[in-house]
């Protein structure tokens, strides 16, 4: 991490739910909260709580010089509805196998 810039991971308990056009694309109870500095809090829920079967891989990749190269996953209304980190640095190894929403709905 640069100086003044900050990344935490932390094992979140409350559930979270992910909703599309009226339905659950994903809900979890185990999400991994990220905290980074300058960003609002990330919620990364595990593959097997997400609708894997409703997305689509996407072309899209971006390159994040703390995280890694995070790919896209989309919706047929949505493009780019959600990112992974396959192969995240090792700093924020706890990420790997978990997706990220940009829209999330916090539900207890």
Known sequence: MTAGH???IEQGSQRVRVERGGRVVAESTQPLLLRETGCPVRYYLPSEDVA??????????????FKGTASYWSLPDAPDFVWT????????A???????????EVVG
Request: aromatic fraction near 12%; proline fraction near 8%.
């Open 6 to 8: 900050k990344i935490t």
């Open 52 to 65: 894997m079967e409703l997305l689509t891989a996407s072309d899209t990749t971006t390159y994040c010089p």
């Open 85 to 92: 980190y396959p192969e995240p640095k090792a700093e924020v």
């Open 94 to 104: 706890a990420i790997k196998g978990h997706l990220c929403f940009y829209e999330v």
